[in-house]
T-cell receptor, first 116, second 112 residues
Framework: DAGVIQSPRHEVTEMGQEVTLRCKPI?????LFWYRQTMMRGLELLIY????????DSGMPEDRFSAKMPNASFSTLKIQPSEPRDSAVYFC??????????????FGPGTRLTVL | GEDVEQSLFLSVREGDSSVINCTYT??????LYWYKQEPGAGLQLLTY?????DMKQDQRLTVLLNKKDKHLSLRIADTQTGDSAIYFC????????????FGTGTRLQVFP
């Protein structure tokens, strides 16, 4: 299995531009999570989906952030317009059904976003 | 609300044991996890323990859970330089087992 795939790995953009981050979860997993990691705030859960449906988006910072999961194998996190304070590493993770070890979240390598 | 706390840094000599500690507030947690993050990489699951267990051992890793004190620890025996990383503790609350609540992470530095 290729694991969770994220693209791009690095993104540098200018303030005000739209940024789209992409994630392909592990095949067969039914939950998908978007996290943001910064030095100041650590690892924050932004939103998660279960069976392609958004379940909890309480961690989304503001309306500039949006996430979609059009099918079981693809999700996007969009920031429009981007701001310098959005600079962070964004991780996608997926997990399967069941309990305990089978609920384990598997993380992608992350997208390092820099907004100038 | 739930909260997971860890010390920020730990420095150990190669070959010694490392003990990374974590405290959590949600007594209904079902599972507790340890993840490892190497520089420039995502989080990787190391091990997990079910809340009705006291201890779990997996090769050089030993997890101890004190449910009364809501304290979790990860012991790494014979610590190697390759163990240098950030270690995250996480809990899975009973009210929503889909979510994980992560601690701040402990940066382990192993010196020769």
């Amino acid at each position: 299995d290729a694991g969770v795939i994220q693209s791009p790995r690095h993104e540098v953009t200018e303030m005000g531009q739209e940024v789209t981050l992409r994630c392909k979860p592990i095949s067969g997993h039914n939950s998908l999570f978007w996290y943001r990691q910064t030095m100041m705030r650590g690892l924050e859960l932004l939103i998660y989906f279960n069976n392609n449906v958004p379940i909890d988006d309480s961690g989304m910072p503001e309306d500039r952030f949006s996430a979609k999961m059009p099918n079981a194998s693809f999700s996007t996190l969009k920031i429009q317009p981007s701001e310098p304070r959005d600079s962070a590493v964004y991780f996608c993770a997926s997990s399967g059904t069941g309990r305990g070890g089978t609920d384990t979240q598997y993380f992608g390598p992350g997208t390092r976003l820099t907004v100038l | 609300g739930e909260d997971v706390e860890q010390s920020l840094f730990l420095s150990v000599r190669e070959g010694d044991s490392s003990v990374i500690n974590c405290t959590y507030t949600d007594s209904s947690s079902t599972y507790l996890y340890w993840y490892k993050q190497e520089p420039g990489a995502g989080l990787q699951l190391l091990t997990y323990i079910f809340s009705n267990m006291d201890m779990k051992q997996d090769q050089r890793l030993t997890v101890l859970l004190n449910k009364k004190d809501k304290h979790l620890s990860l012991r790494i025996a014979d610590t190697q330089t390759g163990d240098s990383a950030i270690y995250f503790c996480a809990e899975s609350p009973l009210y929503n087992t889909d979510k994980l609540i992560f601690g701040t992470g402990t940066r382990l530095q192993v010196f020769p």
